[in-house]
T-cell receptor
Framework: DGGITQSPKYLFRKEGQNVTLSCEQNLNHDAMYWYRQDPGQGLRLIYYSQIVNDFQKGDIAEGYSVSREKKESFPLTVTSAQKNPTAFYLC?????????????FGDGTRLSIL | QQQVKQSPQSLIVQKGGISIINCAYENTAFDYFPWYQQFPGKGPALLIAIRPDVSEKKEGRFTISFNKSAKQFSLHIMDSQPGDSATYFCAASSVTGANSKLTFGKGITLSVRP
């Protein structure tokens, strides 16, 4: 089955630690996205990538970093500079970056602070 | 500045009733309006979407109504079922431009009582 796989499902971060969230897709999509979801806040865009080796900041990129070395993979690193990292993180992909191409989401990673 | 506003914040409907969720937008350049459905612990899934060249689109029990002059669109769920209980997000974007992005509303929680 084609889809988006996010791992791990739950992740705990210690103070001062960087953690990396994995996102893999087998839909052959060019565009990939990372969103942060907080209760009552909707989805906010962190980073997105149109093609391999290219990515752009979204609305809340501070304290996060990404890479896009392979078409299938778009990992997100939550750095120690992100002071409020507790949230539900969602990865998505679409055929292209144009918005009328549906975005398909993974089932998320819930990040908490120890 | 919240560009996409949903109402109500939460909704309780009896089984078999009609659920109506409203969304208002500010950016007149928006021309693609999807609705997403999210169950607890899962990623959002595209439910139905509309372009402003039509005033209504129906897919099964789900209908989008669009009012361009009022800059509003709504989701109607006919014959609501307990399985429809979920969080619903409206979103909007412009298909023009090289870096179109989806702007999401904050979401509303729908509970359908048996």
């Amino acid at each position: 089955d084609g889809g988006i796989t996010q791992s791990p499902k739950y992740l705990f971060r210690k103070e001062g630690q960087n953690v990396t969230l994995s996102c893999e897709q087998n839909l052959n999509h060019d565009a990939m996205y990372w969103y942060r979801q907080d209760p009552g806040q909707g989805l906010r865009l962190i980073y997105y990538s149109q093609i391999v080796n290219d990515f752009q900041k979204g609305d809340i990129a501070e304290g996060y970093s990404v890479s896009r070395e392979k078409k299938e993979s778009f990992p997100l690193t939550v750095t120690s500079a992100q002071k409020n990292p507790t949230a539900f993180y969602l990865c998505a992909s679409s055929l292209g970056v144009l918005s009328n191409q549906p975005q398909h989401f993974g089932d998320g990673t819930r990040l908490s602070i120890l | 500045q919240q560009q996409v506003k949903q109402s109500p914040q939460s909704l309780i409907v009896q089984k078999g009733g009609i659920s109506i969720i409203n969304c208002a937008y500010e950016n007149t350049a928006f021309d693609y309006f999807p609705w997403y459905q999210q169950f607890p612990g899962k990623g959002p899934a595209l439910l139905i979407a509309i372009r402003p060249d039509v005033s209504e689109k129906k897919e099964g029990r789900f209908t989008i109504s669009f009012n361009k002059s009022a800059k509003q669109f709504s989701l109607h769920i006919m014959d609501s079922q307990p399985g429809d209980s979920a969080t619903y997000f409206c979103a909007a974007s412009s298909v023009t431009g090289a870096n179109s992005k989806l702007t999401f509303g904050k979401g509303i929680t729908l509970s359908v009582r048996p």
